[in-house]
């Protein structure tokens, strides 16, 4: 990621990886998530984003069949016998992982290159909980990721204890684990952790011609850096190697057929492994989808996200609007943009807190797009700024350095696996086009994500075509799609996509709401959906609807607590936030 948002490439997510984590839905309780950032078309509405140039877009997709490769296949099968005799010797966590009893931990090895299955290999780390309920109730492991791509899903078995997980907990394993490439899974790393962490930082709505030239310089280093860090293993780091790392991994906890949540990004390798593997599959929940389009992939849904963000940036300012008498910061959206440019000039003139610059600020609104949980301590950072207060405005958005480490790792393989995954335009002028054009109608997010991922357009290794992800009648059980209609992470079009695709799937809309990660973010209909799939494989007989959860409210936590420090620190652009959660117990004052 770059430099907390704006102008390093290195932002600070971790916080949690890409942009500083954001949580989620109920599990925001257990620690950072990373969710994805890429993503798909922008919904009815949405400002349409360019065309994106011929020569990428124009490639073939790779069939599955072709994807698979021969020599791949043969060994995915060889990695998922031996994995499958070996096991997974579980035990006490590593301090390193800092997940406290009953949670235990262990590793799976996996091919570096499925080309040559004999050669070089990889540990992944995996973490458990088992299942609480009646041995023979038991249904098997449910294992998810939560995007990034870059983001850990070692924390998730932590949510056995959370109570809208209890009974899907109580059939199966919660099974979490690092990708290849993140935390302790051959970590990945493309530039020193300092350099990752400078702040403060610029993030210039249009900017000039010398800035650009500053970015350009920027994104050709770092992706030398990556080259430089990873050597001939950085082409290994992509979707198809995710997509057979999961199936080696169903082996290794000894399943015939996949039970698979995948949130954000997640759903998109999660989408290629039931194209590559369907008669693999026993169950599998996409959550807040990336449209798998593979012309889109990656480049036109970024330009789409960007698209999109600036309606979920509208929704926020109309909301502090309409609780004016509280945060004081305009009577309609217009008078909230205002207050917020305002804010932006306070700190380019003298960051705050000597940290916060536009670049940490943009980092930190960005997580409104991702969660409106996010609302109530952003308007309070805003209004407490503006009147002289800049405290709550720092605790919320100054970078983390202890968790610069952890951050520039996931921005790593966030850059690597979009990188590798697919064609991206290689000469500036078509960014430059096509990012100035989207930025007239979506200047908020535009340009910030367009640095984000430039290194791609200097990317030293060679790019893969992009899997047809698509199934045939017949092959898949029933799987479930779960969408919010104002996403802007995960454009609900691409939910629509991945419904067309995945035949046999049902979708499950939130209308009117537009947080990123729909199941245990307050739904309980949602809530009720996944938990009936997951139970007992039945989907709904046709699309389905719920209605938004409840819209945030102003409250004493967010002005006592959520304006004094637990919020997303230093985030990149929709990778990964990092987000502070109050300590366990703690209560909102009365």
């Given at each position: 990621m770059?430099?907390?948002?704006?102008?390093?490439?290195?932002?600070?997510?971790?916080?949690?990886?890409?942009?500083?984590?954001?949580?989620?839905?109920?599990?925001?309780?257990?620690?950072?998530?990373?969710?994805?950032?890429?993503?798909?078309?922008?919904?009815?509405?949405?400002?349409?984003?360019?065309?994106?140039?011929?020569?990428?877009?124009?490639?073939?997709?790779v069939s599955p069949a072709a994807a698979a490769g021969a020599a791949e296949a043969r060994g995915v099968e060889i990695a998922a016998a031996r994995a499958q005799a070996a096991g997974i010797a579980f035990a006490a966590c590593p301090e390193a992982e800092s997940l406290p009893a009953p949670v235990t931990c262990g590793t799976v090895t996996v091919p570096l290159d499925y080309a040559e299955p004999e050669g070089r290999t990889i540990s992944l780390t995996v973490s458990r909980v088992p299942a609480s309920g009646p041995a023979g109730r038991r249904q098997g492991a449910l294992v998810f990721n939560p995007g990034g791509p870059g983001a850990s899903g070692m924390y998730f078995p932590l949510a056995a204890e959370v109570d809208q997980w209890k009974r899907i907990a109580a059939a199966y394993d919660l099974v979490g684990y690092a990708p290849r490439g993140v935390g302790r899974s051959a970590p990945l790393s493309c530039q020193g952790a300092a350099e990752y962490a400078k702040a403060p930082t610029q993030a210039p709505t249009h900017p000039s011609a010398s800035y650009k030239r500053e970015r350009i310089a920027e994104a050709k280093a770092y992706a030398r850096g990556c080259a430089e860090h990873a050597g001939d293993a950085l082409p290994h780091y992509n979707s198809l190697n995710n997509a057979r790392d999961l199936d080696v991994l169903r082996a290794?906890?000894?399943?015939?057929?996949?039970?698979?949540?995948?949130?954000?990004?997640?759903?998109?390798?999660?989408?290629?492994?039931?194209?590559?593997?369907?008669?693999?599959?026993?169950?599998?929940?996409?959550?807040?989808?990336?449209?798998?389009?593979?012309?889109?992939?990656?480049?036109?849904?970024?330009?789409?996200?960007?698209?999109?963000?600036?309606?979920?940036?509208?929704?926020?300012?109309?909301?502090?609007?309409?609780?004016?008498?509280?945060?004081?910061?305009?009577?309609?959206?217009?008078?909230?943009?205002?207050?917020?440019?305002?804010?932006?000039?306070?700190?380019?003139?003298?960051?705050?807190?000597?940290?916060?610059?536009?670049?940490?600020?943009?980092?930190?609104?960005?997580?409104?797009?991702?969660?409106?949980?996010?609302?109530?301590?952003?308007?309070?950072?805003?209004?407490?700024?503006?009147?002289?207060?800049?405290?709550?405005?720092?605790?919320?958005?100054?970078?983390?350095?202890?968790?610069?480490?952890?951050?520039?790792?996931?921005?790593?393989?966030?850059?690597?696996?979009?990188?590798?995954?697919?064609p991206w335009p290689t000469e500036w002028p078509v960014w430059d086009r096509d990012n100035s054009a989207l930025a007239v109608q979506a200047p908020f997010e535009t340009w910030d994500n367009a640095f984000m991922n430039l290194p791609c357009a200097y990317w030293p290794a060679p790019r893969q075509r992009p899997l047809d992800v698509r199934t045939a009648p017949g092959q898949l059980p029933p799987t479930l799609i779960l969408a919010a209609e104002r996403d802007a992470a995960t454009p609900y079009e691409g939910a629509l996509e991945l419904h067309r695709r995945l035949s046999g799937s049902a979708l499950v809309t939130e209308r009117d709401a537009g947080t990123h990660g729909v199941s245990g973010g307050g739904n309980p209909?949602?809530?009720?959906?996944?938990?009936?799939?997951?139970?007992?494989?039945?989907?709904?007989?046709?699309?389905?609807?719920?209605?938004?959860?409840?819209?945030?409210?102003?409250?004493?936590?967010?002005?006592?607590?959520?304006?004094?420090?637990?919020?997303?620190?230093?985030?990149?652009?929709?990778?990964?936030?990092?987000?502070s959660t109050p300590p366990a117990g703690a209560r909102p004052p009365s």
């Open positions: 770059r430099a907390a948002a704006g102008a390093k490439y290195g932002a600070l997510r971790y916080g949690r990886p890409r942009f500083g984590a954001l949580r989620y839905g109920a599990l925001s309780a257990l620690g950072s998530l990373v969710l994805s950032a890429l993503v798909a078309a922008p919904a009815d509405g949405a400002t349409p984003a360019p065309t994106a140039p011929t020569a990428p877009d124009a490639a073939p997709a290794a906890l000894g399943e015939p057929r996949l039970t698979f949540m995948g949130a954000s990004y997640g759903t998109y390798y999660g989408a290629v492994y039931a194209t590559l593997f369907p008669s693999h599959v026993r169950r599998m929940v996409f959550d807040s989808a990336v449209d798998p389009t593979p012309d889109r992939v990656w480049y036109r849904n970024n330009l789409a996200q960007s698209a999109a963000f600036e309606r979920r940036w509208a929704d926020f300012r109309a909301w502090a609007a309409r609780h004016d008498a509280t945060y004081h910061l305009g009577t309609d959206a217009a008078q909230v943009g205002r207050g917020y440019e305002r804010v932006r000039a306070g700190v380019a003139r003298e960051p705050a807190g000597g940290k916060v610059g536009p670049g940490q600020l943009h980092a930190a609104m960005l997580g409104v797009g991702y969660y409106d949980g996010y609302w109530a301590p952003r308007a309070a950072a805003l209004s407490a700024y503006l009147q002289g207060d800049p405290e709550p405005l720092i605790s919320q958005a100054a970078p983390r350095t202890g968790a610069a480490a952890s951050g520039e790792n996931g921005n790593a393989v966030y850059t690597a696996v979009e990188c590798n995954d697919a209909c949602a809530d009720a959906h996944l938990e009936t799939y997951l139970l007992t494989g039945k989907t709904p007989a046709a699309p389905a609807e719920c209605a938004p959860h409840p819209e945030p409210t102003p409250s004493a936590w967010s002005r006592a607590y959520g304006a004094r420090g637990y919020g997303v620190r230093g985030a990149g652009y929709g990778r990964q936030s990092t987000v």
